[in-house]
């Protein structure tokens, strides 16, 4: 029987727009053998280690790296001569250099333009010469600065805010500084609670602001503000330094130019009640202090009467009634026992 022969079928070419150029073919030659590598590389990835982002906002925290507040580049093949000096001539360099730049002011609210969180050290193009030379001149100037600031309402989360963003070094050159002063503000107004959740994250160390009677809520958040300042700098390494406190009268704008010649021994003992006074009353017995807070407290209040009865003793104030109440309030808080032993 003849069968007709069979025709082989045709192939459907695709469509023009689907068929691939010169350019695309060459462009998927050339990225087949990366392709392949990434795969190969994909499948010998650890599983355990994170991946990264490209934006560095989403990059979690243990993987930033903060920027330098001076980038040193590294030169190789390069000597730093000025490292090569003996010690006793390049502090004599450091002296020289840093004199002009040891008045340094610790701002509440100016913030020049070339500040950022971690810079706090003067810029000189000293300490750009190598790592070396930077650290030692960063403790040579912490450690002479004449340093100063001022708190109000015994705020004194700035200069928290300042310590934290210093570096181990510079800290531990800073609390080798016998030039760090500390004004306290007088107030012209009484204490008042405008922003209610500023008010409880100050006090929530110490009670509840919600459980003082309002009139007495200013005087609560005052003592939180304080008792903070007090265990802060009751941790190393600055358990040990001496601050510097004085009325900063030249800040009381409300009394005028002529308020440091008007300033007397009455205008102490207010500022002292205003600054110390929230630790008796309603708000000291509504506080709820541990034993590191009250050992920090004590230590804090004998610290500061102290300090302002050397500066201001010239006015012939009677500090006895302060040491008194100091003495009242160590015995209150830590008992008779640790008064005894005293």
């Known amino acids: 029987m003849d069968t007709t022969p069979c025709t082989p079928r045709r192939r459907i070419s695709p469509p023009s727009y689907a068929r691939p150029t010169v350019a695309s073919a060459s462009k998927s030659s050339r990225k087949s053998p990366v392709a392949s590598t990434a795969t190969a590389n994909s499948t010998l990835k650890d599983p355990s280690t994170p991946s990264r982002s490209s934006n560095p906002h989403r990059i979690p925290m243990h993987f930033r790296t903060p920027p330098s507040d001076a980038p040193i580049k590294s030169a190789p093949g390069q000597v730093c001569h000025l490292a090569r000096l003996p010690a006793e001539l390049r502090t004599m360099v450091y002296d020289f250099v840093i004199e002009p730049e040891l008045d340094h002011y610790i701002d509440r609210h100016y913030r020049s333009r070339q500040w950022r969180p971690g810079r706090t050290l003067t810029v000189l193009s000293l300490a750009h010469v190598c790592r070396r030379i930077r650290y030692e001149v960063s403790y040579e100037f912490y450690r002479r600065a004449h340093i100063s600031t001022y708190a109000a309402h015994n705020d004194y989360f700035h200069v928290m805010a300042w310590f934290r963003h210093l570096t181990p070094l510079q800290r ?7 030039n760090f002063t500390v004004g306290v503000h007088p107030s012209a107004y009484s204490p008042v609670v405008t922003n209610e959740k500023y008010a409880w994250a100050v006090t929530r160390n110490i009670g509840n602001i919600y459980e003082v009677s309002p009139p007495n809520r200013g005087r609560f958040l005052r003592l939180g503000s304080l008792v903070t300042w007090f265990r802060f ?9 001496e601050f510097k406190y004085y009325i900063a009268m030249e800040k ?12 007397g021994a009455d205008d102490v003992d207010e500022v002292l009640r205003q600054t110390l006074g929230p630790l008796w009353g309603e708000s000291g017995r509504r506080a709820q202090l541990n034993g590191e807070q ?5 230590r804090g209040v004998e610290r500061m009467v102290k300090s302002l009865e050397e500066i201001h003793a010239a006015l012939g104030m009677d500090f006895g009634k302060w040491h008194r109440q100091v003495k009242h309030l160590r015995r209150s808080l830590l008992g008779d026992s640790v008064e005894a032993s005293r």
């Open 172 to 178: 531990a050159a800073v609390s080798r500084n016998p």
């Open 233 to 241: 700098i009751s941790q190393p390494p600055l358990r040990d330094m």
């Open 252 to 263: 009381f704008h409300y009394w005028g130019p002529l308020a440091v010649n008007r300033f």
């Open 294 to 298: 009250k050992e920090a407290v004590v």
